[in-house]
């Protein structure tokens, strides 16, 4: 099993800039790739960027592709999301989320660890 924990969400002003951790604790050895999701009040959960662990590939999705850089740190068994620019829209609980095996990354992956969530607010 791999345990996931996420931190960094808050309230910032539209504009502004979060950055969003996710530590993987257990068998962090069998993490194949990470991604973040997230999902506002009333719609559905949404893909945001995701990382291959080990190629350090990355993918986004359309939203936030220029705006939010995911990253992964081999050590201290963490992923990164950093959101610059955010804007209102981006309001969510924020989803970390690990893959078991490959080859597919990204949006329509299988994901089977899910952490709590984090809340982002950006105001207007």
């Known amino acids: 099993q791999v345990q996931l924990v996420e931190s960094g969400g808050g309230l910032v002003q539209a504009g502004g800039s979060l950055r969003l951790s996710c530590a993987a604790s257990?068998?962090?050895?069998?993490?194949?790739?990470m991604g973040w999701f997230r999902q506002a009040p009333g719609k559905e959960r949404e893909f945001g960027a995701a990382i291959s662990w080990y190629e350090g590939s990355t993918y986004y999705a359309d939203s936030v592709k220029g705006r939010f850089t995911i990253s992964r740190d081999y050590a201290k068994n963490t992923a990164y999301l950093q959101m610059n620019s955010l804007k209102p829209e981006d309001s969510a609980v924020y989803y970390c989320a690990a893959i078991r095996r490959g080859p597919l990354v990204g949006p329509d992956a299988e994901y089977d660890y899910w952490g709590q969530g984090t809340q982002v607010t950006v105001s207007s």
């Open positions: 257990g068998r962090t050895f069998s993490i194949y790739a």
